[in-house]
């Protein structure tokens, strides 16, 4: 089960949340149409940020959307972050457009990540945000957006938990390029996640009912069995679904069936 576990991070870092966080104009309105949008924007996340304990990973600042990648353990002060900032920003930005009612559709989205391939693909998804809607050619390009922090090794990658992963001296552009990309749940489609959502629900009630932490299942061949077992016959999702949301190959699958 190569590429699961995420690695040097302690027990207690699993179980909290590495999030991506997702935020979008109501309507796609362009709620960053300029320069000083997105500036103040990313003030008042970095003002705010001072009174909540997490970590940021990666971000990207587009014009109706942002993503932010983010690390930490108290998802209800998270979300009252969230909420006071875009509430902040609302505010301002309905002031100066002569504008008002809601800004942002929905408060937020957020999608947990729970291994290390997933990690790193959703950094590159976020800072290729302005190279796939051709805003610019090249990511270093982009100014509002943490992918030159990466290739510089300054920023998130100096953060503890960053090096608790990769190391002190990752090379992250050589890290990047190694590895396979695979699709995200964008903001611009919700279904597609719902799968995902309703997987890890049954995960959760599964390690609640076991007693027992995600990183107890992941470092043990049988419990992952019953957990794949428990998604199966309880929760009724298929052996490709279950496949595909863990990205394990098939023979791995294949030999966790044969031991049911």
């Keep these: 089960m190569g590429g699961i576990i995420i690695p040097r991070v302690a027990r207690r870092d699993l179980n909290t949340s590495f999030l991506h966080v997702m935020v979008q104009g ?65 505010q301002i930005y309905n002031r100066e457009n002569n504008r008002c009612g809601v800004l942002f559709r929905n408060r937020y989205q957020a999608e947990p990540i729970y291994n290390i391939k997933y990690l790193i693909n959703c950094i590159k998804y976020i800072h290729n945000n302005p190279v796939n809607a051709k805003m610019v050619s090249k990511c270093e390009d982009y100014k509002y957006s943490s992918y030159n922090d990466y290739i510089k090794n300054i920023g998130a990658t100096q953060s503890k938990i960053m090096k608790e992963i990769f190391g002190e001296s990752c090379d992250y552009n050589k890290l990047f390029k190694e ?67 863990f990205e394990i190959s098939r023979g791995t699958m294949d030999c966790l069936k044969k031991m049911q």
């Design 179 to 245: 590895t396979i990309n695979k699709k995200f749940m964008d903001i611009e489609d919700e279904s597609d996640n719902k799968e995902k959502e309703y997987i890890i629900d049954g995960i959760r009630e599964f390690n609640k009912e076991q007693n027992i932490e995600m990183i107890d299942v992941f470092s043990n061949r049988e419990l992952f069995k019953e957990l794949i077992n428990y998604l199966k016959e309880e929760c009724k999702f298929t052996y490709k679904e279950i496949q595909n949301f």
């Design 26 to 90: 109501v309507n796609k309105e362009y709620i960053f149409k300029n320069k000083r949008n997105i500036e103040k924007y990313l003030e008042i996340f970095n003002k705010n940020k001072i009174d909540y304990d997490f970590t940021i990973i990666a971000y990207c600042i587009m014009n109706n959307h942002a993503h932010f990648l983010v690390y930490t353990e108290d998802i209800n002060g998270f979300g009252k972050f969230m909420q006071r900032t875009n509430l902040v920003y609302a």
